[in-house]
């Protein structure tokens, strides 16, 4: 994300429970895609799985952007 998006985001997480979850939401998908693309090799069900993650990952920041362009 944008330093600016960022900045937005910290500035309204803690009124806007919306944006709130989606954030947290966003952070611990993008700390267990990191941890599991950490790893040395990945079995095709552990592919799969951040495959899903992501997409999910990438769902929640679209309404994210949503809400960030309410605020602008």
Do not use: C
């Amino acid at each position: 994300m944008e330093k600016k998006d960022l900045e937005l985001i910290e500035k309204h997480r803690k009124t806007n429970y919306d944006l709130d979850r989606l954030y947290e939401a966003h952070l611990k998908l993008d700390n267990e895609v990191s941890e599991l693309e950490s790893k040395s090799f990945l079995t095709p069900e552990e592919k799969k799985h951040i495959a899903v993650l992501k997409k999910t990952k990438l769902d929640g920041r679209d309404k994210i952007e949503l809400i960030l362009q309410t605020l602008r």
